[in-house]
């Protein structure tokens, strides 16, 4: 089983540039979410879905969009690229919600903004 | 919000015992997870506990205390491909539904 694929493994964006990022999973789990990982910092939520076409804010949602049309595939859109965007980003799922049951992380997205 | 408290960095000669605490003040606690973070990779799953405890799980063990807001993971016999970080993470239930936070992480360098 491949689990949790993001892509792309690397990126450099330019301020007032748009991506997005693509998860997908193979493990049939209905609960996906979007983290990002800054030097120093926890883990911060930026969006979640309980399942196809439901999603829901995190903690930092602002400056980006989800979409959940398949159970499979979660991507983040990042409007506007800025600065502040600069980050890892990890895509995960898990067979129940994430407060009682384990998370299966993607191997990640480094994005650079300048 | 929540409050969680890890050591930032952390120690160990090979072979060793390590523990690594973590304190937290949450109100609606629902369990705590353990994390481990190779550098540059993706977090992948430890442990988890509901119950106040000790859980072994082969070479680590994770203890709960609900009343005093502490967990600790226990490394014994440590290899040098346990360097990596260590994130708790605290459930919750807040403002009607459950959450997740995680802790800023422990960074272990286990040395020969």
């Known amino acids: 089983n491949a689990g949790v694929t993001q892509t792309p493994k690397f990126r450099i964006l330019k301020i007032g540039q748009s991506m997005t990022l693509q998860c997908t999973q193979d493990?049939?789990?209905?609960?996906m979410y979007w983290y990002r990982q800054d030097p120093g910092m926890g883990l911060k939520l930026i969006y979640y879905?309980?399942?196809?076409?439901?999603?829901d804010k995190g903690e930092v949602p602002n400056g980006y969009n989800v979409s959940r049309s398949t159970t499979e595939d979660f991507p983040l859109r990042l409007e506007l690229a800025a600065p502040s965007q600069t980050s890892v980003y990890f895509c995960?799922?898990?067979?129940?919600?994430?407060?009682?049951?384990?998370?299966?992380f993607g191997n990640g997205t480094r994005l650079t903004v300048t | 919000g929540q409050n969680i408290d890890q050591p930032t960095e952390m120690t160990a000669t090979e072979g060793a015992i390590v523990q690594i605490n973590c304190t937290y003040q949450?109100?609606?606690?629902?369990?705590l997870f353990w994390y481990q973070q190779h550098a540059g990779e993706a977090p992948t799953f430890l442990s988890y506990?509901?119950?106040?405890g000790l859980e072994e799980k082969g070479r680590f063990s994770s203890f709960l205390s609900r009343s005093k807001g502490y967990s600790y993971l226990l490394l014994k016999e440590l290899q040098m491909k346990d360097s990596a970080s260590y994130l708790c993470?605290?459930?919750?239930?807040?403002?009607?539904?459950?959450?997740?936070?995680f802790g800023k992480g422990t960074k272990l360098s286990v040395i020969p």
């Open positions: 995960a799922s898990s067979y129940s919600g994430a407060w009682d049951s384990p998370l299966h």
């Open positions: 493990m049939n789990h209905n609960y």
């Open positions: 879905s309980v399942g196809a076409g439901i999603t």
């Open positions: 949450t109100s609606g606690f629902n369990g």
């Open positions: 506990n509901v119950l106040d």
């Open positions: 993470a605290v459930s919750y239930s807040g403002a009607g539904s459950y959450q997740l936070t």
